[in-house]
């Protein structure tokens, strides 16, 4: 059982390249949720999906753009770098019993984290 | 005013010490509460969700005070591997999951 996997580790853009941060989950998770954690700082929501074909905004969502085409998957994709999305990213995945009711079980798991740099 | 607050830190204590630091929420209609570790460069982990009666594992307790809107985390008998990061998070539905940024805890020898 692998849990959440995130790849790459590491990845240095170039302002204006585009890249996908790839996470995958096998532990049949209905919601996935995309965070970016900038040193010193908590870690602030960029997009969430509660289950395939549906996504939403979270807290910072400018310059981000996500899929859900199946239960396992929720790639992140960057379009055009720049500099203030250096930081590092976290997918993180868990299961409600009770989708958009009250949370019932919040226990997230997260992949291992991606360590962005655009220069 | 962030929706959850911690102190910083550093908490820097020795080995075998007792410490405790607090984290504060602004919403009431926050509804569940955790403890996160996160060790440096690493993903968080969860060391334990909080409730209204308080809870213990091991040599960790934790307390929820919902009137004053507040979560606490105890830590006794501090080893030298407590030293890391702990997230405050504050939970009022599926998307709305807040992480407060951290106290850094270091336990010296």
């Known amino acids: 059982n692998a849990g959440v996997t995130q790849t790459p580790k590491f990845r240095i853009l170039k302002i204006g390249q585009s890249m996908t941060l790839q996470c995958a989950q096998d532990?049949?998770?209905?919601?996935m949720y995309w965070y970016r954690q900038d040193p010193g700082m908590g870690l602030k929501l960029i997009y969430y999906s509660v289950g395939a074909g549906i996504t939403d905004k979270g807290e910072v969502p400018n310059g981000y753009n996500v899929s859900r085409s199946t239960t396992e998957d929720f790639p992140l994709r960057l379009e055009l770098a720049a500099p203030s999305q250096t930081s590092v990213y976290f997918c993180?995945?868990?299961?409600?019993?009770?989708?958009?009711?009250?949370?019932?079980?919040?226990?997230?798991?997260f992949g291992s984290g991606t360590q962005l740099s655009v220069l | 005013r962030k929706e959850v607050e911690q102190d910083p830190g550093p908490f820097n204590v020795p080995e075998g010490a007792t410490v405790a630091f607090n984290c504060t929420y602004s919403?009431?209609?926050?509804?569940?509460f955790f403890w996160y570790r996160q060790d440096c460069r690493k993903e968080p982990k969860l060391l334990m969700s909080?409730?209204?009666s308080g809870n213990e594992d091991g040599r960790f307790t934790a307390q929820l005070n919902r009137a004053s809107q507040y979560i606490s985390l105890l830590i006794r008998d501090s080893k030298l591997s407590d030293s890391a990061t702990y997230l405050c998070v504050v939970t009022r539905s599926a998307s709305k999951i807040i992480f407060g940024s951290g106290t850094r805890l270091s336990i010296r020898p």
């Open positions: 993180a995945s868990s299961y409600l019993v009770t989708p958009g009711a009250r949370i019932s079980n919040e226990k997230l798991f």
């Open positions: 532990m049949n998770h209905n919601y």
């Open positions: 919403n009431s209609a926050s509804q569940s």
């Open positions: 909080v409730y209204s």
